[in-house]
């Protein structure tokens, strides 16, 4: 038991030799970990974010590459994923992380709060997914993990359009994996509870957000917030060999949140 507990917490440098890997939202908070972490474990890691400078900067810090695009531009993210996989090789391992929200009310939003928040969250995991797919089904060779949320299955007050999104991640993340099944892809999905990053932090600055924070710190049953590399960990495994029988799942990184 403690050998298979230090495999999982432990990076292992030749776990993902030999693949390459593209980390949306790979700049900051969970994605920044996911970045460092699948390059210890071997992979050649590809930085994708919107913040250029930041992706640059963590890619040197890693002996990665860097790629900028805005996950919300289907167009742009065929382009640049295109440029990616002709510059670096064939991407192997995609996590789609980039993701975000801001507290409101659910009466307090309108039309335009909806269609952002639903292009970030949810149509920017669909449209990344679309412009790797055929690749890894083409060569018989792939992971993908998305970042959902435990909000996607328990709900949040002051996220409802957020939480919809990360549900709708989830279900997609099965439907894939049933789709790439036989072409020897797999898909899974992780829900994070409250995490250490900038966008916590900047969930705090208001007070609602501060509330929210608290409230699902609360709702944990460790009665704290995890860190990045938590997440990171969990995200490493599902990519890799190790879980070459786990597809479809979405796995809790949430201090027992949801127990699911
Ligand atoms: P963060 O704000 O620290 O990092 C997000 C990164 O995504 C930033 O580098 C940002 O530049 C990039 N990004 C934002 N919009 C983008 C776009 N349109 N195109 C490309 N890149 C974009 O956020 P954090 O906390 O690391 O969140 C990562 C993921 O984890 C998100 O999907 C979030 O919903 C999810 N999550 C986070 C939780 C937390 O408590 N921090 C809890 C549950 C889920």
């Not at 292992?12 to 949306?24: D, F, N």
């Not at 913040?51 to 963590?58: F, K, M, N, S, V």
């Not at 295109?82 to 090789?89: T, V």
């Not at 099965?174 to 790439?180: D, T």
Request: proline letters at 4%; charged letters at 20%.
């Amino acid at each position: 038991m403690t050998a298979i507990i230090e495999r999982v917490l432990t990076p292992t440098p030749t776990r993902l030799q030999g693949s390459v890997a593209l980390v949306t939202g790979g700049a900051s908070g969970i994605g920044a970990a996911t970045a460092r972490r699948l390059a210890a474990e071997g992979a050649r890691v590809v930085v994708a974010d919107r913040d250029d400078d930041g992706a640059r900067r963590l890619a040197a810090d890693i002996g990665g590459d860097a790629v900028a695009f805005d996950v919300t531009d289907p167009a742009g993210v065929r382009v640049a994923i295109g440029h990616a996989d002709e510059a670096f090789g064939p991407i192997d391992v995609l996590v789609n992380n980039a993701g975000g929200d801001r507290p409101s009310f659910f009466l307090d939003t309108d039309e335009s709060t909806w269609e952002a928040v639903l292009a970030l969250n949810l149509t920017g995991v669909i449209a990344c997914t679309h412009a790797v797919l055929g690749s890894m089904v083409g060569r018989r060779r792939g992971t993908i993990v998305n970042v959902a949320s435990e909000a996607g299955r328990v709900g949040m007050v002051g996220g409802a359009v957020y939480a919809a999104a990360k549900a709708g991640v989830i279900g997609f993340t099965k439907a894939i994996a049933r789709e790439g099944a036989h072409h020897g892809v797999r898909c899974n999905a992780v829900a994070p509870g409250p995490i250490d990053t900038p966008m916590l932090d900047g969930l705090a600055r208001d007070p609602l957000g501060a509330r929210l924070r608290q409230g699902m710190i609360d709702a944990t049953v460790l009665g704290r917030c995890g860190q990045p590399d938590d997440v990171a960990a969990a995200i490493a495994y599902l990519a890799s060999a190790d879980a070459s029988f786990v597809t479809g799942h979405t796995l809790a990184v949430s201090g027992g949140l949801s127990m699911w």
